[in-house]
């Protein structure tokens, strides 16, 4: 698949709307990336997943579409990639727990703002524990990848991500610690960025206004104004 053929969309209003795919002649609401980071002489891989434009209001499932994935053995190159594909995606899911990554990231940018050029963002996958291990998440996306990839129910197509495919293959059946699936770094990408998609639902944008947000006030909401002003008990 040539990635380049994926292009943002804009509304009426120029705001952004999603993404359409001419190649596979799809939309996406959203598309988000998956990191994980290089460690100790074991690489580092990326993995792009996008969720297909769908009718919210008919209830049927979401639908996600494995679209690349990269290895790389350094940070920086990790990030530089990152930074290539950053105007196709969304939102980059990783675990910056860590101090060593954050000092990468950090450093990186550092450069990146030095030379004029685009920083990167990542933001931790939800579930962690404070001290940053994803066991948690690793179950919980474990479980809805069975679910949604079962037969009838198939709703989580990687025919791109080949070697996403073939990793989930060497999944031990039963793993007691987050460290088994951590040397798969194919797996753990895919698990930080299609759990992160399962655990926070795709939701419409708002359209309201900004300043609807500036003019509240908590002490004297405006549905107490109008209750003042209508009501008399005479």
């Known amino acids: 698949m040539d990635i380049t053929n994926i292009r943002r969309k804009h509304n009426d209003l ?3 709307s999603g ?3 001419s190649e596979n002649h799809r939309d996406y609401f959203r598309i988000c990336g998956g990191v994980e980071w290089p460690y100790m002489g074991r690489p580092g891989f990326l993995v792009l997943v996008g969720e297909q434009v769908r009718n919210l209001q008919s209830g049927a499932p979401a639908k996600f579409y494995g ?3 990269s290895e790389h053995r350094q940070n920086d190159d990790m990030l530089l990639k990152c930074v290539e594909l950053g105007t196709i995606v969304d939102t980059w899911y990783s675990n910056i727990i860590p101090e060593a990554h954050r000092v990468a990231l950090h450093q990186f940018n ?3 703002e030095q030379k004029h050029l685009t920083s990167i ?3 931790n996958v939800p579930m962690l524990s404070e001290a940053g291990d994803g066991a948690q998440l690793f179950r919980y996306a474990e479980a809805e990848l069975d679910q949604r990839t079962s037969e009838g129910r198939k709703t989580v197509f990687l025919g791109e991500c080949v070697r996403v495919q073939a990793a989930l293959q060497r999944v031990p059946e039963e793993w007691d610690s987050a460290k088994e699936i951590l040397k798969l770094p194919e797996v753990t990408a895919l698990y930080y960025v299609l759990g992160a998609m399962f655990r926070l639902p ?3 944008p708002s359209r ?3 300043s609807a947000m500036k003019d509240y006030d908590p002490l004297n909401p405006p549905w107490e104004k109008m209750g003042r002003i209508e ?3 005479f």
């Open 14 to 16: 120029g705001a952004p």
């Open 19 to 21: 993404y359409s795919d």
């Open 67 to 69: 679209l690349t994935e």
């Open 110 to 112: 550092q450069g990146q």
């Open 121 to 123: 963002q990542l933001t």
């Open 202 to 204: 795709y939701r419409i």
């Open 208 to 210: 309201e206004p900004v």
């Open 231 to 233: 009501y008399d008990p």
